[in-house]
């Protein structure tokens, strides 16, 4: 199968596309290196991957390469942690617009005219911010408050634009929400603003590589923002990057929404005192409590039944082989100053 994936030089796709290319599949992906400038990737010379230099924003450009292939998946997006929803709050509304409104422009064209079969929509976790249903399953976005933040927000209207290709235009599409993704990979992005937590900036502003990096600077007693109570299901990026595969491949996705996450659920806390004992053998773990960002969801619980049931899909890797694998990484990044 050929596809196509937008915004390819990103985290998640730094996995899918390897997944993608070791499963026999043909890639283009599109990525103007806005978030991060130029990267490289271990895939970047291989056969049967292209990499196209151009912002999704360019109609014309989605409608050249949409029209080559049977799938695409719309990844690309403004994306960050937590302090990025309040430094970016409009950016993160207007431009993911422009990049989701272009790609399905392309993709509409595409599947009346050319071969195009499916679009693959990747949303997020935070569809479901307002929710109060734990475990929250495949629907209680519709039936929940809609998020307050402007990316989470943003996020729904892009399940929104595969309602509506869908009902105008017969565009089968597959909605694809990760939850927590951790990996290797990430990098601190050109446009992330200073934010202190103590006397560390924070590095994205995602848990994992915020408490590494803390520590691994010497941070004692190690800043927390709120109470560590917050509840997360971190799911390691090879295992999101074969669920997506999953949802690519499989006939019984199509039209359908999947939670993509390991069912184990941690606190930060959780996270944060085995991170310490491996990076402090011996040192007593000590935390501080700031004060929380406004958009930081104190609980975030997916069922994930539904892609378990008709894809046959699990998230096995453990967080201990998750910490094992990204806290070196981590360490030895921010000693190259790139976190």
């Given at each position: 199968?050929?596809?196509?994936?937008?915004?390819?030089?990103?985290?998640?796709?730094?996995?899918?596309?390897?997944?993608?290319?070791?499963?026999?599949?043909?890639?283009?992906?599109?990525?103007?290196?806005?978030?991060?400038?130029?990267?490289?990737?271990s895939y970047d010379s291989h056969p049967r991957y292209r990499i196209?230099?151009?912002?999704?924003?360019?109609?014309?450009?989605?409608?050249?390469?949409?029209?080559?292939?049977?799938?695409?998946?719309?990844?690309?997006?403004?994306?960050?942690?937590?302090?990025?929803?309040?430094?970016?709050?409009?950016?993160?509304?207007?431009?993911?617009?422009?990049?989701?409104?272009?790609?399905?422009?392309?993709?509409?064209?595409?599947?009346?005219?050319?071969?195009?079969?499916?679009?693959?929509?990747?949303?997020?976790?935070?569809?479901?911010?307002?929710?109060?249903?734990?475990?929250?399953?495949?629907?209680?976005?519709?039936?929940?408050?809609?998020?307050?933040?402007?990316?989470?927000?943003?996020?729904?209207?892009?399940?929104?634009?595969?309602?509506?290709?869908?009902?105008?235009?017969?565009?089968?599409?597959?909605?694809?929400?990760?939850?927590?993704?951790?990996?290797?990979?990430?990098?601190?992005?050109?446009?992330?603003?200073?934010?202190?937590?103590?006397?560390?900036?924070?590095?994205?502003?995602?848990?994992?590589?915020?408490?590494?990096?803390?520590?691994?600077?010497?941070?004692?007693?190690?800043?927390?923002?709120?109470?560590?109570?917050?509840?997360?299901?971190?799911?390691?990026?090879?295992?999101?990057?074969?669920?997506?595969?999953?949802?690519?491949?499989?006939?019984?996705?199509?039209?359908?929404?999947?939670?993509?996450?390991?069912?184990?659920?941690?606190?930060?806390?959780?996270?944060?005192?085995?991170?310490?004992?491996?990076?402090?053998?011996?040192?007593?773990?000590?935390?501080?409590?700031?004060?929380?960002?406004?958009?930081?969801?104190?609980?975030?619980?997916?069922?994930?039944?539904?892609?378990?049931?008709?894809?046959?899909?699990?998230?096995?890797?453990?967080?201990?082989?998750?910490?094992?694998?990204?806290?070196?990484?981590?360490?030895?990044?921010?000693?190259?100053?790139?976190?």
């Amino acid at each position: 199968m050929k596809i196509l994936v937008t915004g390819s030089a990103g985290f998640i796709n730094g996995y899918v596309v390897a997944e993608l290319l070791e499963a026999g599949h043909e890639i283009i992906g599109i990525d103007n290196y806005s978030k991060y400038g130029p990267v490289e990737k271990s895939y970047d010379s291989h056969p049967r991957y292209r990499i196209v230099k151009e912002d999704c924003k360019n109609v014309a450009v989605m409608r050249e390469l949409a029209g080559e292939v049977d799938q695409i998946v719309a990844a690309a997006a403004m994306i960050g942690g937590i302090s990025y929803f309040h430094t970016h709050a409009y950016d993160l509304l207007a431009e993911n617009e422009r990049i989701i409104a272009a790609t399905f422009d392309a993709a509409i064209w595409a599947f009346q005219n050319r071969k195009l079969k499916k679009i693959n929509v990747l949303s997020s976790s935070m569809v479901f911010e307002g929710t109060t249903e734990f475990p929250s399953p495949e629907g209680a976005e519709r039936r929940s408050p809609p998020p307050l933040s402007t990316y989470g927000f943003q996020k729904l209207a892009c399940e929104y634009f595969a309602q509506g290709a869908k009902e105008q235009y017969g565009l089968p599409y597959t909605i694809i929400r990760p939850f927590n993704c951790v990996g290797v990979g990430e990098r601190r992005a050109l446009s992330d603003k200073t934010i202190m937590s103590g006397n560390v900036s924070l590095a994205m502003s995602h848990v994992v590589p915020d408490l590494v990096q803390k520590i691994a600077k010497g941070q004692d007693p190690l800043r927390i923002l709120g109470k560590g109570n917050q509840v997360r299901h971190y799911t390691y990026g090879g295992d999101l990057a074969k669920g997506i595969r999953a949802c690519i491949e499989h006939p019984a996705a199509i039209n359908e929404d999947f939670n993509l996450s390991t069912p184990h659920a941690h606190t930060v806390l959780e996270v944060a005192e085995p991170i310490w004992r491996r990076l402090n053998p011996g040192k007593p773990f000590r935390y501080v409590s700031d004060d929380p960002f406004k958009y930081d969801v104190q609980l975030r619980v997916p069922s994930v039944e539904k892609a378990k049931r008709l894809l046959g899909y699990e998230a096995t890797t453990s967080l201990d082989a998750i910490l094992d694998e990204v806290v070196p990484w981590v360490v030895e990044q921010t000693r190259l100053g790139n976190i």
